[in-house]
């Protein structure tokens, strides 16, 4: 069994900051990518960022430049920090995981995903 773990979401006046956190824990053998996707009223989630567990990372072309993911392997946590934040990126943020856990069952290889944090961008 697989936790994620959200925290650091909350409200920002435009042009702040906020540092989002991700941590999974659980029958663990390995994590292969840890991302951040969010979800805004009346809009189809989307990628934010994206990191490997060797590094290389992605982002959306909307927040190039204003956010940063990295990540902690040996706390297996990944991290969103948000600057000049928009009124356009209030959404619903969930951190996702690829990871291979241990089971009774043999290891497995899936998906994992947070409940979500929300962000709000307003003055």
């Known amino acids: 069994q697989v936790q994620l773990v959200e925290s650091g979401g909350g409200l920002v006046q435009p042009g702040g900051s906020l540092r989002l956190s991700c941590a999974a824990s659980g029958s663990i053998v390995s994590i292969n990518a840890m991302g951040w996707y969010r979800q805004a009223p009346g809009k189809q989630r989307e990628l934010v960022a994206r990191?490997?567990?060797?590094?290389?990372?992605n982002y959306a072309d909307s927040v190039k430049g204003r956010f940063a993911i990295s990540r902690d392997n040996a706390k297996n946590t990944v991290y969103l920090q948000m600057n000049s934040l928009k009124p356009e990126d209030t959404a619903v943020y969930y951190c996702?995981?690829?990871?291979?856990?241990?089971?009774?069952?043999?290891?497995?290889?899936?998906?994992?995903w947070g409940q979500g944090t929300q962000v709000i961008v307003s003055s």
């Open positions: 996702d995981a690829q990871i291979l856990a241990s089971s009774r069952l043999g290891p497995t290889l899936q998906s994992y």
């Open positions: 990191i490997t567990s060797s590094g290389s990372t």
